[in-house]
């Protein structure tokens, strides 16, 4: 099975920055697709980005409430995925899940993603 551990969750004052990572180990899909969803108490998870890599190429994808705030980044084997995220707002609170995927063509549903880390948590401040 494939092993996902998140890491760099925390507590910041709102308008700060913090850098979640995501670091896989073993049956890995080196063509898969990874991503970033969030939840917060007593709320469905949800999306926040992804990314899509190919032999040609790679693409990234962001929910519209963190265009512009949150960037995704990941190395060509996928083994480990990042998320750096800017302007922090207190509606940001929440436990953050790294997701892998083995599809070739990146989806934002949470079917799509067959393995789940733990989860870090995110708490923002006023």
């Known amino acids: 099975q494939v092993q996902l551990v998140e890491s760099g969750g925390g507590m910041v004052q709102a308008g700060g920055s913090l850098r979640l990572s995501c670091a896989a180990s073993?049956?890995?899909?080196?063509?898969?697709?990874m991503a970033w969803f969030r939840q917060a108490p007593g709320k469905e998870r949800e999306f926040v980005a992804g990314f899509c890599g190919t032999l040609y190429g790679s693409s990234t994808y962001y929910a519209d409430s963190v265009k512009g705030r949150f960037t995704i980044s990941s190395d060509n084997r996928k083994t480990t995925v990042s998320l750096q995220m800017n302007a922090l707002k207190p509606e940001n609170t929440a436990v953050y899940y790294c997701?892998?995927?083995?599809?070739?063509?990146?989806?934002?549903?949470?079917?799509?993603?067959?393995?789940w880390g733990q989860g870090t948590q995110v708490t923002v401040s006023s």
């Open positions: 073993g049956r890995t899909f080196s063509r898969g697709i």
């Open positions: 997701a892998q995927g083995s599809g070739t063509i990146f989806s934002s549903g949470v079917g799509s993603y067959d393995f």
